[in-house]
């Protein structure tokens, strides 16, 4: 507890807002995790970048949580601060760009802080008139999380909305980046473990967005969320598709998972949706070891029948 103290001190937070052994099941989309050392809400940009230089200087570890989706915790937990960017969650105008400085047409630049979740961006766009994003709605998750994995729905990806970037370094400065000059494919950014930015962290993003009718921006946001509640999205604590589709394997993941037999296979109450194989799903109380162990047997089983390896959308973190 002392260092915990020391730690308070240096970061300038007070030690009321730092909580200890915080449950991750709370914090994400599969309600599945073990404790969290430590656990903060970073109120702006500023100070998020504050704690994140002196957690460095100090060889303290810690992991960014976005909208806690696309991540399975293990029963252990987390060995590391884990800085939770949801309060960062503020959207503006930026500014109009005029015609012909536009790449497909958009009218209005859209700031977004990396917190906030996906469905209240694309409304926020909704409510200004502005369509690109109704694509992405009903994903969960939040913008930053978006960025880094570079989500893709219906067959547009997250990076063709982006203009810039706004980061911090590994050492904690605040950046601004071009979102065009940064290396983006199928669901993979510069930001993933490996890449070129590893280690660098979104905190918000410039979004190139085109005036249209609202009536029309409803309508495709409606479709979408429609066609993911017919999907079984949300009768069950998930995170989503937990494979990425491989266009080289002649048919979406869910099509080879479902001719395997995977529908409603289930390991505890970590289980395989029967409404759609691609979607792994809590059905009350599903151990984080169950939830691997049945995602590695789904690879198994595609790697035998079919000889290639499923990847997964899902990150494992922590300790299992």
């Given at each position: 507890?002392q260092?915990?103290?020391?730690?308070?001190?240096?970061?300038?937070?007070?030690r009321?807002?730092?909580?200890?052994?915080?449950?991750?099941?709370?914090?994400?989309?599969?309600?599945?995790?073990?404790?969290?050392?430590?656990?903060?809400?970073?109120?702006?940009?500023?100070e998020?970048?504050?704690?994140?230089?002196?957690?460095?200087?100090?060889?303290?570890?810690?992991?960014?949580?976005?909208?806690?989706?696309?991540i399975?915790?293990?029963d252990r937990?987390?060995?590391?601060?884990?800085?939770?960017?949801?309060m960062?969650?503020?959207?503006?105008?930026?500014h109009?760009?005029?015609?012909?400085?536009?790449?497909?047409?958009?009218?209005?630049s859209?700031?977004?802080?990396?917190?906030i979740?996906?469905?209240?961006?694309?409304?926020?766009?909704l409510?200004?008139?502005?369509?690109?994003?109704?694509?992405?709605?009903?994903?969960?998750?939040?913008?930053?999380?978006?960025v880094?994995?570079?989500?893709?729905?219906?067959e547009?990806?997250?990076?063709?909305?982006?203009?810039?970037?706004?980061?911090?370094?590994?050492?904690?400065?605040?950046?601004?980046?071009?979102?065009?000059?940064?290396?983006?494919?199928?669901?993979?950014?510069a930001?993933q473990?490996?890449?070129?930015?590893?280690?660098?962290?979104?905190?918000?993003a410039?979004?190139?967005?085109?005036?249209?009718?609202?009536s029309?921006?409803?309508?495709?946001?409606?479709?979408?969320?429609?066609?993911?509640?017919?999907?079984?999205?949300?009768?069950?604590?998930?995170?989503?598709?937990?494979?990425?589709?491989?266009?080289?394997?002649?048919?979406?993941?869910?099509?080879?998972?479902?001719?395997?037999?995977?529908?409603?296979?289930?390991?505890?109450?970590?289980?395989?949706?029967?409404?759609?194989a691609?979607?792994?799903?809590?059905?009350?109380?599903?151990?984080?070891?169950?939830?691997?162990l049945?995602?590695?047997?789904?690879?198994?089983?595609?790697?035998?029948?079919?000889?290639?390896?499923?990847?997964?959308?899902?990150?494992?973190?922590?300790?299992?």
């Amino acid at each position: 507890m002392q260092k915990l103290w020391q730690i308070a001190r240096k970061i300038n937070i007070d030690r009321s807002r730092i909580r200890v052994s915080e449950p991750m099941a709370l914090h994400t989309s599969f309600k599945i995790g073990g404790p969290a050392d430590y656990y903060i809400l970073p109120y702006s940009e500023s100070e998020l970048g504050a704690i994140v230089q002196a957690l460095r200087e100090l060889g303290e570890p810690f992991f960014c949580l976005g909208g806690g989706a696309n991540i399975l915790v293990g029963d252990r937990g987390i060995r590391a601060w884990v800085l939770d960017l949801s309060m960062l969650s503020g959207c503006r105008i930026n500014h109009r760009i005029p015609a012909q400085e536009a790449s497909f047409q958009p009218s209005v630049s859209l700031y977004a802080q990396a917190g906030i979740p996906i469905d209240r961006l694309c409304e926020e766009a909704l409510a200004r008139g502005l369509g690109g994003l109704e694509n992405f709605y009903g994903m969960p998750g939040s913008l930053g999380g978006a960025v880094y994995m570079n989500a893709r729905c219906y067959e547009q990806d997250i990076a063709a909305t982006l203009s810039s970037l706004r980061v911090l370094s590994p050492q904690g400065e605040r950046k601004t980046l071009d979102s065009s000059i940064l290396p983006w494919s199928y669901k993979h950014s510069a930001f993933q473990p490996g890449a070129s930015l590893d280690g660098w962290i979104v905190t918000g993003a410039e979004l190139k967005l085109r005036a249209a009718a609202v009536s029309e921006i409803a309508g495709v946001m409606r479709a979408r969320k429609l066609d993911r509640i017919d999907k079984g999205h949300y009768r069950y604590p998930s995170a989503g598709s937990m494979f990425k589709n491989n266009r080289n394997f002649g048919k979406p993941t869910g099509a080879i998972l479902d001719s395997l037999g995977f529908k409603g296979k289930r390991i505890g109450d970590a289980a395989v949706s029967p409404w759609h194989a691609n979607i792994f799903v809590n059905l009350g109380n599903a151990a984080a070891k169950d939830m691997r162990l049945l995602i590695e047997s789904a690879q198994e089983a595609a790697r035998r029948a079919y000889g290639f390896e499923l990847e997964t959308e899902v990150l494992f973190i922590g300790e299992f």
